[in-house]
T-cell receptor
């Protein structure tokens, strides 16, 4: 079955600390992978995507993610977190035409000053 | 920067009533979607729409749901007879090439 697992429901970090949010997927075909961020009262904003090629992809706001096929993972990282990064983060997987996206349950990030 | 907009931001309705949620996708996009997120749960795909017809729908998207692109700009989701379990945040999205861009959502509360 196709699914996305985000094992961490809630993560708390101090401002300036590094961050890694985990995402594992189960998908029968070649996956297209995405990370979205949702701030309170806002829609889902695309942070970055992986389709093919270089397995380390850069996104907006200083985020990056690494696709590891052998581990079926697409973890999101940021070297130094800012207070404005506090939000909910969703990993998603889709088919080649990126139509029906399958989302994980999300990870809520809290940032302490 | 172009964005997807949705109205209303919050809709309260009584069980059994019809609701129409409205979306204005990004203007040059051709693929349109509705997703929903029940409070505390994951975002779930409802339906995709292309070339004036549904291209895929989920099990959730039963006969109570319908979508329409009534003109060149709007994309609507209609729920004919709302149930308590339809209470959720409904997101519209549109796609040009590969990425789906999401609107801010409509929170639907069914009482």
């Amino acid at each position: 079955a196709q699914s996305v697992t985000q094992p961490d429901i809630h993560i708390t970090v101090s401002e300036g600390a590094s961050l890694e949010l985990r995402c594992n997927y189960s998908y029968g075909a070649t996956p297209y992978l995405f990370w979205y961020v949702q701030s309170p009262g806002q829609g889902l904003q695309l942070l970055l995507k992986y389709f093919s090629g270089d397995t380390l992809v850069q996104g907006i706001k200083g985020f990056e993610a690494e696709f590891k096929r052998s581990q079926s993972s697409f973890n999101l990282r940021k070297p130094s977190v800012h207070w404005s990064d506090a939000a909910e983060y969703f990993c998603a997987v889709g088919p080649y035409n990126t139509d029906k996206l399958i989302f994980g349950t999300g990870t809520r990030l809290q940032v302490f000053p | 920067e172009p964005e997807v907009t949705q109205t209303p931001s919050h809709q309260v309705t009584q069980m059994g009533q019809e609701v129409i949620l409205r979306c204005v996708p990004i203007s040059n996009h051709l693929y349109f979607y509705w997703y929903r997120q029940i409070l505390g749960q994951k975002v779930e795909f409802l339906v995709s729409f292309y070339n004036n017809e549904i291209s895929e729908k989920s099990e959730i998207f039963d006969d109570q749901f319908s979508v329409e692109r009534p003109d060149g700009s709007n994309f609507t989701l209609k729920i004919r007879s709302t149930k308590l379990e339809d209470s959720a945040m409904y997101f519209c999205a549109s796609r040009g090439s590969y990425e789906q861009y999401f609107g801010p959502g409509t929170r639907l509360t069914v009482t």
